[in-house]
């Protein structure tokens, strides 16, 4: 006993110079940059996999893209008719998925019953290429709250979707999976950059869902736009008074980096239940009009700028403007139009 108590009881530390601490090795930067500099010559000839597409030719690997609308428009429709073609390889509206892909569906807002009927709905033959990942079943399953503006909830979600070899993500919706992040602070959105540049080096696509707000443009900061590949935007018809159910809408191309218009043409979508267990899809190309009005809409105003973005000449849209003005909701003064009356939001289709 006392010799236990004759000893120390702090142990002796030997000294430690600060050249024997071992540190983490730097990356050695100037090496990296030298390495991964090249030629222009180099560049012409440089052996590059092309990226296949997922999609039509506007949908291709690795893209960023978005879906926006008001609320109840038909957002969610469109992205699981997507979801669905591409996981099977089949065909939504006039564009055909090559071959069958991986699709993860990330559902942040809708009730979980909704979403088994509408995917019900749309296919009475599902696969295992599609796969959900669901607030709900996220909470129920495992008591927590699915949150992407969480570092390690984004760094978590990329390792699944390359452990499973997934190779488009569908995060619906924008809002609501990334609680936290200030819709307006072009700032905010540094904290997702990142990880979606991970995703893009991985080749794999990432659509968002999102909310258009009162003024007919997507809602929050353009920001997010900039690294878009493409932008799908979402609107009643002209004709609106006609639908009596089921979601029905004109969706075109704000942006389309990866094909001319011609292959991205706006078409005009219905979504109409044919019984409890069914829905029955049709579409058409749009009117001229509709795209029309959607271009008023978002800001265009003069013949020259409407025409360059409908790929039309300025005659052909002088001819669309004087429908326009026939049917009552468009002015002509001088050179510019406007909507005849100012108009809040479109009341949406029930679904």
Request: with cysteine.
């Amino acid at each position: 006993m006392n010799e236990l108590l004759d000893r120390p009881t702090i142990l002796d530390v030997p000294d430690v110079s600060a050249d024997e601490v071992i540190k983490p090795e730097a990356p050695d930067w100037p090496g990296i940059l030298t390495a991964a500099t090249v030629t222009a010559s180099e560049l012409q000839t440089l052996p590059i996999t092309p990226r296949e597409a997922i999609l039509g030719k506007w949908f291709r690997q690795g893209d960023q893209g978005f879906i926006f609308a008001p609320r109840g428009v038909g957002k969610t429709w469109l992205a699981m008719l997507f979801a669905h073609a591409i996981a099977t390889g089949g065909k939504a509206g006039p564009w055909d998925a090559p071959k069958p892909r991986r699709v993860l569906y990330v559902d942040g807002e809708m009730a979980l019953d909704l979403t088994q009927i509408r995917y019900r709905a749309l296919s009475a033959t599902p696969g295992d290429n599609l796969m959900f990942l669901h607030h709900e079943v996220v909470f129920q399953r495992t008591g927590k709250v699915l949150n992407l503006t969480s570092l390690l909830v984004q760094e978590s979600l990329l390792q699944h979707a390359i452990e499973n070899k997934m190779e488009v993500l569908i995060l619906d919706n924008l809002s609501c999976l990334f609680s936290g992040v200030k819709e307006n602070d072009a700032d905010a959105w540094e904290m997702i950059l990142p990880w979606l540049l991970q995703l893009r080096r991985h080749r794999i696509a990432v659509v968002f869902i999102a909310h258009a707000g009162r003024n007919g443009f997507m809602r929050g900061t353009s920001r997010r736009e900039d690294a878009a590949v493409w932008i799908l935007s979402l609107s009643e018809p002209v004709e609106a008074s006609i639908v009596t159910t089921g979601a029905r809408f004109v969706a075109r191309f704000t942006k389309c980096r990866n094909t001319p218009s011609e292959d991205a043409p706006a078409l005009e979508w219905h979504f109409q239940r044919e019984d409890a267990d069914g829905v029955n899809v049709k579409w058409s190309v749009a009117d001229p009009l509709m795209i029309f009005r959607g271009w008023i809409e978002e800001g265009l105003n003069t013949c020259s700028d409407l025409a360059a973005e409908m790929q039309v000449s300025k005659g052909q849209i002088s001819k669309i403007a004087r429908r326009a003005q026939k049917a009552g909701w468009l002015t002509i003064k001088g050179r510019r139009y406007a909507l005849a009356t100012p108009e809040g939001p479109r009341q949406p289709y029930p679904d």
